[in-house]
């Protein structure tokens, strides 16, 4: 079983709709989580942490739920710019240093 | 915000050759830094991690002997692909933390092309 599994899309949406993805994970002993965005050929950049109480960010909502081992991330209003692959990224538990496992990723492309 | 440069970004080379990747960190002081690859549609696999003044730490399948890390100062890592072949081509980032601190912070890769 993968460390980090995502459905790998692509989601073809229009623009105005929303979308959501989903994450499952593991090692139930990971205590940090991101959402990533990579354009393509470029490095990740980081979207948002997700928190236990799930949390907003405008158009982004992330929620986790630890006893599912399970993150997700809703797009609401998706506009053209989101069009990009969105990666889940877990923390190991810590070993001095934080190591981060990424998902393969799921791409959207928002069409007009 | 925290900035990571990396350079080259972008080279092709003839099989054989050895390639230099450099990381550094511009405004913080990296105390760990860690080794990315990404092959096309695939997530980033974590290489090494390294530590300022201490030898790398690899993960299982990577050859420390065909991937030199070294990272001798708090704002520099570089990795070496030794006699580099055409399945080495791939994108390799590089990200940087303080002391444990999250987030990581990417440089913007280097795209190796092994003719």
Redesign the interface.
């Known amino acids: 079983r993968k460390e980090?599994e995502q459905d790998p899309g692509p989601f073809n949406v229009p623009e105005g709709a929303t979308v959501a993805f989903n994450c499952t994970y593991s090692n139930s002993a990971s205590q940090?989580f991101?959402w990533y965005r990579q354009d393509c050929?470029?490095?990740?950049?980081?979207l948002m942490?997700v928190y236990s109480s799930g949390n907003e960010d405008g158009r982004f909502t992330a929620q986790l739920n630890r006893a599912s081992q399970y993150i997700s991330l809703l797009i609401r209003d998706s506009k053209l710019s989101d069009s990009a692959t969105y990666?889940c990224v877990v923390?190991l538990p810590?070993g001095?240093?934080?190591?981060?496992?990424?998902?393969?990723?799921t791409r959207l492309a928002v069409h007009p | 915000g925290a900035v990571v440069s990396q350079h080259p970004s972008w080279v092709i080379c003839k099989s054989g050759t050895s390639v230099k990747i450099e990381c550094r960190s511009l405004d913080f002081q990296a105390t760990t830094m860690f080794w990315y690859r990404q092959f096309p549609k695939q997530s980033l696999m974590l290489m090494a991690t390294s530590n300022e003044g201490s030898k790398a730490t690899y993960e299982q399948g990577v050859e420390k002997d065909k991937f030199l890390i070294n990272h001798a100062s708090l704002t520099l890592s570089t990795l070496t692909v030794t006699s580099a072949h055409p399945e080495d081509s791939s994108f390799y980032i590089c990200s940087a933390e303080n002391r444990g601190n999250q987030p990581q912070h990417f440089g913007d890769g280097t795209r190796l092309s092994i003719l």
Request: charged share 20%; hydrophobic share 35%.
């Open positions: 980090v940090s991101f050929r470029k490095e990740p950049k980081l942490s990666l923390n810590p001095g240093y934080n190591k981060l496992i990424f998902g393969a990723g």
